[in-house]
């Protein structure tokens, strides 16, 4: 990555891989460029330590918290891969915040 500013992003999805409940802040997940989703060209899966699926970059109005990154506008200024660290959890809005390192 070739950024210098702090960049945050939502991710959400949780549920759909069961997995809200085992995010900790502090936690170092990994960003996937996810090139075969046929639902949006600049998707990025998350993963937690373990390689198992466990949510997606935010890239919607409706679900990107402010003040973090789309999907979109952060599709390009990462490697095919990349790390980032749980800094806020929401659990009622069933979110998370996290920081790209």
């Known amino acids: 990555m070739n950024y210098e500013k702090q960049m945050y992003i939502t991710i959400n999805h ?10 900790r802040v502090g936690d170092t997940l990994v960003l996937e460029k996810d090139r075969n989703n046929d ?38 200024l990462i490697e095919e891969e990349n790390e980032c660290i749980v ?3 929401l659990f009622e809005e069933g979110i998370v915040i996290a920081e790209v390192i």
């Open 14 to 23: 949780l549920d759909d891989f069961e997995r809200t409940r085992f995010f």
């Open 39 to 76: 639902y949006d060209d600049e998707a990025i899966l998350v993963r937690d330590k373990n390689g198992r699926r466990c949510g997606y970059v935010a890239n919607s109005v409706s679900t990107v918290a402010r003040g973090t990154l789309s999907a979109g506008r952060l599709y390009d």
């Open 87 to 89: 800094r806020f959890i």
